[in-house]
């Protein structure tokens, strides 16, 4: 890497990190059940933000609903967690985001083999609100680290 590209390294991940405390305020995490009936947004603490039932989630029962729900919110709350992972990385780097995310455990992105970059609510279909796409302010920047398998 040549100095000039250190220097901008160095100036990028000082934005990052001056935006940190806001920007991991503002990450959520989505999901939609297989069946489409339960859909939730969960912030990076685990807190449930939205919870949508589909009026056919009633004909499950309560266990199987509850289930639903619970797998549901586990499941966006993992997005999230991977989300706050990738904003990390954006302040600190590659090489200390592992270092922190070794001392966390796996993650979700390793642990389930998914890659968060390619993961997005479901659209919409009729009756059914659409999952909002997670909003980036710099529409034409991109971190390439967030293609990586492992983050």
Known sequence: MSEPDEVREAEDRLLASQRLEADMA???GQARSQDGLVAATVNASGELLQLWLDPAAVNLGADRLGQ???ETARQAAEFA???SYNVLARALGDEFTAVVEA???TVPARAAGWDSAAVTGPAATPGRPALA???DEDVFSFDLSSLRSDR
Do not use: L, N, S
Request: net charge neutral.
């Open 103 to 105: 001392v966390g455990g």
């Open 68 to 70: 639903a729900i619970t």
């Open 133 to 135: 796409a997670e909003e």
């Open 81 to 83: 967690v991977q989300r």
């Open 26 to 28: 503002r990450v959520v």
